[in-house]
């Protein structure tokens, strides 16, 4: 097996400090070299693992900075993790996101009380405003194919062990299957772990546990006269019938709404509150078929370490999940992408 040496990297943590109080962590820079003088101005390589909007924008900064990259995602392209959808109108620009890839540009947004009363704050919303809905395989396999066009190289298969090396002067192996059960092994100089909130590349690291919320999602197909309710609405509903301390959700998609909710206290009892939605709602979605009943777990804060050696842990992995409303595609995206923009700085600088 063909391997890529590095030197040590080594992290530096900058501090901040305020009067009378501790430094504190502000951010890590990287450090990377060469160590072999025969692979001085080699590719640096580096594995991302998971193909989300995370992965996806860490491997498309990577392949466009001249990092040799293979991004790694085992599921196919018609599957994603389960989410609400809702991105927040700064991503479409930021991310040159194509506007025909939204499902629905939700202009009115409702907040439904234990009683019932509803309170539209989508007023808030200037004229050209709007809430993004759009599908996750969608959007992942845009990503995904964007970071391929950039030169990234996208390997369809499951890692099943992240082999961290002994000295600082070896290679990170990673072991992986494609097509079920044939087993193969990538030597790297450098690891983005982007698999999400059950992330095996943090557990390879010691990268510390968080809390999770649960988040329970059914998709359900509207007869056309249900659909049209929900042509630019979206709605929140709060009560202890459907979370004790989350919200349950109707977002809108392209034929379809995803209806769904989410607890961390009360795990167990996910179904229980995923039957209040469907019982508050019931008026609006009779008639309607489910299509696809979904679950994930949602980070309720960051992890202690996710820097550490030569690997790095963004979007889920890493935690970076609003925790009072559950987002996380824009910090998914926004961390990959800073992350792969730093570890080419980095290099770039070194060589």
Known sequence: M??????????????????????????????????????????????????????????EALAAGGVETF????????????????????????????????????????????????????????PHEFIAMLRREVLDSFLRTRAE?????????????????????????????????????????????????????????????????????????????????YENMA???VGTDVSPDFYAWVFPKCDHVAVGTGTMCSKLDIKVYQRGIRERVRPKINGGKVIKVEAHPIPEHPRPIRVRGRVALVGDAAGYVTKCSGEGIYFAAKSGRMCGNAIVKAFRRRR
């Open 2 to 59: 063909a391997t890529h040496v590095l030197q040590t990297t080594s992290l530096h943590s900058l501090t901040t400090r305020t009067p009378n109080s501790k430094p504190r962590p502000h951010f890590h820079s990287l450090t990377v070299t060469a160590s072999n003088p025969s692979n001085a101005g080699r590719k640096l390589r580096a594995a991302v693992i998971g193909g989300g909007p995370a992965g996806s924008s860490a491997a």
């Open 235 to 237: 709605e929140m509903y």
């Open 71 to 126: 991004l790694f995602e085992r599921n196919p392209p018609s599957m994603a993790k389960p989410c609400g959808g809702a991105i927040p109108l700064c991503m479409l620009d930021e991310f040159n996101i194509p506007h025909e890839l939204i499902d629905r540009q939700v202009t009115q947004m409702r907040i439904i009380s234990p009683s019932n009363i509803a309170v539209d704050f989508g007023k808030t919303l200037k």
């Open 149 to 229: 066009s950039k030169g990234a190289n996208l390997i369809a298969g499951l890692v099943t062990n992240l082999e961290v090396p002994s000295s600082t002067d070896s290679p990170y192996v990673i072991h992986y299957t494609v097509n079920k059960n044939s087993r193969r092994a990538l030597a790297v100089d450098v690891v983005i772990g982007a698999d999400g909130a059950n992330s095996r590349v943090a557990k390879s690291i010691h990268a510390g546990n968080y809390k999770c919320a649960i988040a329970f999602q059914e998709r359900i197909k509207l007869p056309d006269e249900k659909m049209a309710y």
